[in-house]
């Protein structure tokens, strides 16, 4: 029998036309938004001399302009403000904020992620699809990384039980969460959660192990030092979490081999919230185009490339309400495809630069 | 505003709120007895009957007790992650937190979605307690928020729910600070938090680095008023200490154990950490003897959780050292307090007599030399004849380490009555278990 992966069909399978013209409408929400909340989008639109009407349609995404990391660090320094005025809702507002670092141990100034109830019902819907896409079912475990690492914020989305500020993924699934670690960044602790972490796996047969690549490694390593082998832990899918590089498919057989499991590569960006996941056909890396629009675009011009040439991926919120922000450059290499995916999703899809079909 | 949460539960009268402790725990060791195969197991090679449980000094004496390493043992003989202990069928578990525990093979608490509800109330009333109240904007570390024990339910907004729906929840990253990263340039002293939960040694951090920086805390960290904070009880002096340094209306000690989902802490008066008693069920029993104690001794506490269903835990050695306190506080609550001092473990005999690390730091703080009591107790064997001490001093206001040394020996004699033999040596040479100073430092088990 053909297990059901489309958790939100109506949506995942959205004529392209269509789906276009909500990110149109969405996109004219989000500028409007800023326009009116954002001290810092506000400025910069402003300056670059767009208005509430300026965006007619999803070309006129190109006059945004782009804002990076490196900016919104510059006015934390300049104005004192810890959101360096990308935040849009106002104290006494019920919200979290993340405090998110550039990596462990940090060497630059956090970025404050701020999300209210609705950010976080969006980035639980994110996940759900994702989750049901990769088949994780009813009454299957779930083991994810506990701790929050000073990068990621994709436990917390995931668990959001614990805050119970939105129905969590896990709730949503009926699938049961296993929350591991200690109160300790994974490079400390590295060598405790490892162990830990496996036992984890040993005691509840859990089918899906969301962590980071390091913990998969070690969970192996242990495994193998206590005589079994990794494949005989009933692991069915890793999800592969990175921030910067794409799986490999060289790096995916292996581990495909060593674990007997399905193995998915996940971009994480902490920023915006973007996740993208791989579904089955391992031909890219799902973006939901409802939720956030992403480019590839030219660093230096700041202008999308053309289809199918490499650009640094660019993303826009369309849903965020806490710190929203429009053409977010990131780091990261990528080509994107918005052919239709195999598995009969329409969206658009991020392959990495040197990606091959196989 | 009032000073309670739930004004009708928290002053409760003291018969009525033993009339219901007693019908809870009755409930309870009925319904494990019929529902857990653990603890059907356990009454029985004890001998003991739920049905003969009719007062609250037949539940003591009659029902046996366990510890964690029972359920250890019980988990390598069956293979079932819970030791049996579990009542319902695990997929009904709506989440499960680890214990603390780094040793490798960890515990849980289980909780049902109903019972995460339940957590609230006790947590509310602690919060209210703390000074929380709607609108304040809070401050604490990010594995407190989510995934940790009972204090993410605590933090969870299910709690800030009750509070109000304007309340903001700042997650920083803690122990940052281990790797050499500026705890000044965390979230701290940016948000103008009202309460944070903050762990002690980060406050320490804290202090140390700004008087690095030529900065005053107060100024750093501007408008917090108050902090909660666990991990390691809190003397009166370190509390005005922390207090002044950081120029707060008030700070709060709290304990928790992690595996029978308990939790408590100080009111506005300090005397002793406040529980809910129509939550937990807390006694006091001597950790070698199993001897039963009563108020006003020292001993082992052990826990009875009154409302967790799915993991039920009924008379659990909890391995803390501490006090219990039956009369009604000052405060005006009614419920039982305990004063948590020390892991059991980490007391030491020496010449017969029992010497506990806090103890031992009330005399260490009282000498600003030591670096804040920074010290380790050496336990080189079961019964020892003196006590032996690691610990470092500060040079700058040391004038004679040697004299120094006579001293504190001279003040353990006269008040713990031991012979003392300390050792000095550089802060970074003490013992410390991740990133708190082991207080006692067990040489027996090596090997």
């Known amino acids: 029998m053909e297990i059901e992966t489309l958790y939100n069909p109506e949506i995942e399978k959205m004529p392209r036309s269509e789906i276009e013209k909500l990110q149109l409408d969405r996109l004219k929400r989000q500028v409007k938004y800023v326009l009116n909340y954002s001290n810092m989008e506000r400025e910069k639109l402003q300056d670059a001399g767009i208005r509430e009407d300026s965006i007619k349609t999803l070309g006129d995404l190109a006059k945004i302009p782009t804002i990076t990391l490196e900016e919104i660090r510059k006015k934390i320094t300049d104005t004192g403000d810890p959101y360096g005025g990308t935040r849009c809702i106002g104290e006494g507002q019920f919200c979290v904020v993340f405090e998110i670092f550039d990596q462990a141990p940090p060497q630059k100034d956090p970025f404050y992620l701020t999300m209210t109830r609705g950010d976080f019902m969006n980035a639980v819907e994110m996940f759900t699809r994702y989750f049901t896409m990769i088949g994780v079912r009813k009454g299957d475990r779930m083991l994810i990384q506990g701790v929050v690492d000073p990068t990621d914020i994709y436990p917390a989305i995931i668990n959001s039980t614990s805050l119970h500020l939105a129905p969590s993924v896990v709730e949503i699934l009926g699938s049961l969460s296993l929350q591991i670690g200690i109160p300790m960044p994974r490079l400390l602790a590295a060598g405790i959660d490892g162990a830990k972490a496996f036992n984890w796996v040993k005691f509840f047969k859990s089918p899906v192990l969301v962590v980071s690549p390091e913990m998969v490694n070690q969970i192996a390593a242990i495994a193998e030092m206590e005589g079994i082998k990794a494949k005989d832990l009933g692991v069915k899918i890793i999800v592969y979490p990175d921030h910067k590089n794409l799986l490999k498919p060289s790096k995916r057989r292996e581990l495909q081999e060593i674990w007997n499991a399905e193995v998915y590569s996940m971009l994480c960006n902490s920023e915006t919230a973007l996740h993208a996941i791989e579904c089955r056909e391992h031909a890219g890396l799902h973006v939901w185009e409802d939720l956030y629009l992403v480019e590839a675009v030219d660093s230096k011009s700041g202008n999308p490339v053309s289809e199918g040439e490499t650009g640094k991926l660019t993303i826009t919120n369309l849903y965020a309400q806490g710190t929203p922000l429009l053409r977010y450059v990131t780091d990261i290499d990528v080509k994107l495809d918005k052919t239709v995916c195999k598995c009969g999703r329409t969206h658009v899809r991020i392959l990495s630069r040197d990606y091959k079909e196989e | ?447």
């Open chain 2, 1 to 447: 505003m009032s000073e309670y949460w739930n004004p009708q539960m928290e002053t409760m009268k003291k018969v009525e709120l033993e009339e219901l402790r007693l019908k809870r725990i009755k409930a309870i060791v009925n319904y494990t007895y019929r529902n857990s195969q653990f603890y059907k197991e356990l009454y029985e090679d004890m001998g003991a009957n739920p049905e003969d449980v009719k007062t609250y000094d037949d539940f003591r004496n009659k029902i046996p007790l366990f510890r964690k390493d029972q359920i250890r043992d019980k988990r390598v003989e069956t293979g079932d992650p819970f030791g049996t202990m579990l009542t319902i069928p695990p997929d009904q578990i709506e989440r499960i937190h680890p214990s603390t525990g780094t040793t490798g093979a960890p515990t849980f608490t289980a909780l049902t979605a109903e019972e995460v509800h339940v957590a609230s109330e006790p947590c509310t009333r602690l919060a209210w307690m703390w000074k929380i109240r709607p609108g304040m904007r809070l401050l604490s570390a990010i594995h407190f928020v989510g995934f940790w024990h009972w204090w993410s339910t605590f933090l969870g907004v299910l709690t800030m729910n009750k509070l109000g729906l304007n309340t903001e929840l700042i997650a920083y990253n803690a122990y940052l600070h281990l790797f050499g990263f500026p705890t000044a340039r965390m979230s701290l002293g940016k948000f103008r938090g009202d309460w944070a939960l903050l762990p002690p040694d980060t406050a320490l951090a804290c202090i140390n680095e700004f008087a690095r920086m030529g900065k005053d805390p107060k100024d750093a960290i501007p408008g917090l008023k108050y902090v909660t904070s666990a991990g390691e009880a809190i003397s009166p002096k370190h509390r005005r200490y922390l207090m002044e340094k950081f120029g707060l209306l008030d700070w709060f000690d709290a304990w928790g154990c992690s595996d029978p989902f308990t939790l408590a802490g100080e009111c506005y008066v300090h005397d002793g950490l406040h529980t809910c008693s129509d939550y937990w069920s807390l006694e006091l029993i001597d950790a070698e003897t199993e001897e039963l104690l009563g108020p006003g001794e020292k001993g082992e506490i052990v826990v009875t959780n009154l409302w967790m269903r799915a993991l039920p835990f009924v008379r659990f050695g909890t391995e803390d050292f501490g006090e219990q306190i039956d009369e009604t506080c000052k405060c005006g609550r009614t419920h039982h307090r305990v004063k948590v001092f020390d892991r059991a473990s980490w007391v030491v005999n020496v010449a017969g007599k029992k010497i506990s690390p806090f103890a031992l730091r009330l005399i260490m703080e009282r000498h600003p030399e030591t670096e804040e009591a920074s010290f380790n107790i050496i336990k080189y064997a079961k019964k020892m004849d003196t006590l032996k001490i690691k610990a470092s001093y500060k040079e700058s206001i040391t004038k004679d380490p040697e004299e120094l040394k006579k001293r504190i020996a001279g003040e353990i004699k006269s008040e713990l009555g031991v012979e003392a033999e300390i050792e000095w040596v550089p802060y970074e040479q003490l013992h410390k278990t991740l990133h708190k100073i082991t207080r006692m430092v067990d040489l027996t088990k090596e090997g």
